[in-house]
């Protein structure tokens, strides 16, 4: 089955600064990686997603680069800020869609220091 | 619009017992996917209903049972609860969960077994 790998498992940045998190997947038949945020206490939210025939998606201060052949996606946020304080969690499917489950890395904890 | 609700948010419960846990979707949603999430294990996609069906599950033992009703509302089910059962159960719904479509996540059941 799929297996999705995710560095690092803590990300301190100062406020204002850049922040990345790389994921590595192990099926090359995945075509859908989507980012979530999960703060404290609540369930994963859905930052943004990226499909296979995209290489990268941009959303405000976030932004989503995939490589398929290299079989690695990373999620990119600039200007950080307080409130990007949680943990991120990338994922990758087959089909895309909630019939087909989503594979998960094991998060990023990323901390935003003022 | 209303979120993905899960009642109950917090459960304790002792090893040999069985827990049932209610998700309601979000309104016009048909589809519903569980997950347990764990600090070891992370979070491992268990099943999902569609139309009252199960159309895909994960690698979980048949302790791990669910159904989904004609409201399209789902309930899981653990039967004799082990120690390792202790985890935040996700439950996530979407239109179809066809390619494409986010899926929204509750804010789950925190179940702890004793």
């Known amino acids: 089955g799929e297996n999705v790998e995710q560095h690092p498992s803590t990300l301190s940045v100062q406020e204002g600064d850049s922040a990345v998190i790389k994921c590595t997947y192990s099926?090359?038949?995945?075509?859908?990686f989507p980012w979530y945020k999960q703060e404290l206490g609540k369930g994963p939210q859905l930052i943004i997603d990226i499909r296979s025939n995209v290489g990268e998606k941009k959303d405000q201060r976030i932004a989503v680069t995939l490589n398929k052949t290299a079989k690695h996606f990373s999620l990119h946020i600039t200007e950080t800020q307080p409130e990007d304080s949680a943990v991120y969690f990338c994922?990758?499917?087959?089909?895309?869609?909630?019939?087909?489950?989503?594979?998960f890395g094991k998060g990023t904890h990323l901390i935003i220091q003022p | 619009k209303a979120g993905v609700t899960q009642t109950p948010r917090y459960l304790i419960k002792t090893r040999g017992q069985q827990v049932t846990l209610s998700c309601s979707p979000i309104s016009g949603h048909r589809s519903v996917s569980w997950y347990q999430q764990t600090p070891g294990q992370g979070l491992q996609f268990l099943f999902e209903y569609f139309s009252e069906t199960q159309r895909n599950k994960g690698n979980f033992p048949g302790r791990f049972s669910g159904r989904q009703f004609s409201n399209s509302r789902s309930e899981m089910n653990v039967s004799t609860l082990e120690l390792g059962d202790s985890a935040l159960y996700l439950c996530?719904?979407?239109?179809?969960?066809?390619?494409?479509?986010?899926?929204?996540f509750g804010p789950g059941t925190r179940l702890l077994v004793l």
């Open positions: 996530a719904s979407s239109f179809q969960g066809g390619a494409g479509e986010t899926q929204y």
């Open positions: 099926d090359s038949a995945s075509n859908y």
């Open positions: 994922a990758a499917s087959i089909g895309g869609g909630g019939a087909d489950g989503l594979t």
